[in-house]
């Protein structure tokens, strides 16, 4: 409280990680007998905790760090949501962390953006999808929670928009859409036989190095398949991968689609 009355200061310096190694030496000679009622504040940007200014600042005053395991990046995002008042469901902060990125600005500044445009309701996944802007790799939790849900229209409706919104070509997004349900499928797979023999969800998760959410949702996936049906959808989806680099003379889409029909549907 001193700065706000009497005669305190604060004095703020910016981007001291590029300091070089004299000003450091400096910094830390004044911190040994620092000016009486002042208070300095060093700011970087990134600094390793090992360092000599970090290593000096925590001995004369306190090292305060501003980082979030990736890990825990959709639970920040959901906290952010409710220091604004704003409600959120687990799966628009997970679509948000996936379409933008990790990087803690860019999440807040598209976290204020839909805080705003939802005006009190509810954030959904769909709200992010459309509104926010994608830093990150495009992502398809779109596609694999559909194909999760055996909801061939909605495996069918999600690709064609991942097609529609890629920055690269149509048949680079494609192959691209194949590989990560490859995948998808395989980690479902390995998440069943650990279910099978009564691993827990977040036992799971640090088994095969998952965010525990992501866990619980490949545990649901899985309960939705039969074994045989998870190992014949593995085999589809290398057909259509060796189909659309040009082992069918049908379009590469086509190929894609009904792939996708195939190991979305139930046996009738």
């Given at each position: 409280m001193g700065l706000f009355v009497g005669n305190g200061r604060l004095v703020i310096v910016d981007e001291v990680e590029r300091w070089k190694?004299?000003?450091?030496?400096?910094?830390?000679?004044?911190?040994?007998?620092?000016?009486?009622?002042?208070?300095?504040?060093?700011?970087?940007?990134?600094?390793?905790?090992?360092?000599?200014?970090?290593?000096?600042?925590?001995?004369?005053?306190?090292?305060?760090?501003?980082?979030?395991?990736?890990?825990?990046?959709?639970?920040?995002?959901?906290?952010?949501?409710?220091?604004?008042?704003?409600?959120?469901?687990r799966d628009a902060c997970r679509a948000l962390v996936e379409v933008v990125g990790d990087d803690l600005d860019d999440l807040s500044s598209e976290i204020d953006k839909l805080v705003i445009w939802a005006g009190g309701d509810t954030i959904t996944i769909a709200a992010v999808e459309q509104l926010a802007v994608g830093r990150a790799e495009t992502p398809i939790?779109?596609?694999?929670?559909?194909?999760?849900?055996?909801?061939?229209?909605?495996?069918?409706?999600?690709?064609?928009?991942?097609?529609?919104?890629?920055?690269?070509?149509?048949?680079?997004?494609?192959?691209?859409?194949?590989?990560?349900?490859?995948?998808?499928?395989?980690?479902?797979?390995?998440?069943?036989?650990?279910?099978?023999?009564?691993?827990?969800?977040?036992?799971?998760?640090?088994?095969?190095?998952m965010h525990p959410f992501v866990a619980e949702k490949a545990f649901a996936q899985a309960a939705n398949f039969s074994a045989e049906e998870l190992s014949a959808a593995v085999v589809r989806l290398a057909e259509v991968d060796a189909a659309v680099k040009g082992g069918s003379r049908m379009p590469a889409e086509l190929e894609l689609d009904r792939a996708l029909v195939d190991v979305t549907r139930r046996a009738s």
């Open positions: 190694a004299d000003d450091v030496k400096a910094v830390a000679e004044y911190l040994s007998s620092p000016a009486p009622a002042t208070v300095l504040a060093l700011v970087a940007g990134e600094l390793k905790a090992d360092s000599a200014l970090a290593k000096a600042v925590k001995k004369a005053g306190e090292l305060l760090t501003y980082e979030v395991q990736k890990r825990r990046v959709p639970e920040w995002v959901g906290e952010q949501f409710a220091r604004l008042g704003a409600k959120a469901d939790f779109s596609v694999t929670d559909a194909w999760g849900r055996r909801d061939v229209g909605g495996v069918l409706a999600t690709t064609e928009s991942l097609l529609e919104r890629t920055h690269r070509t149509r048949s680079g997004e494609l192959l691209r859409i194949v590989a990560s349900l490859v995948g998808h499928v395989g980690r479902v797979r390995k998440i069943q036989r650990l279910a099978d023999q009564g691993v827990r969800a977040r036992d799971a998760a640090g088994t095969l190095k």
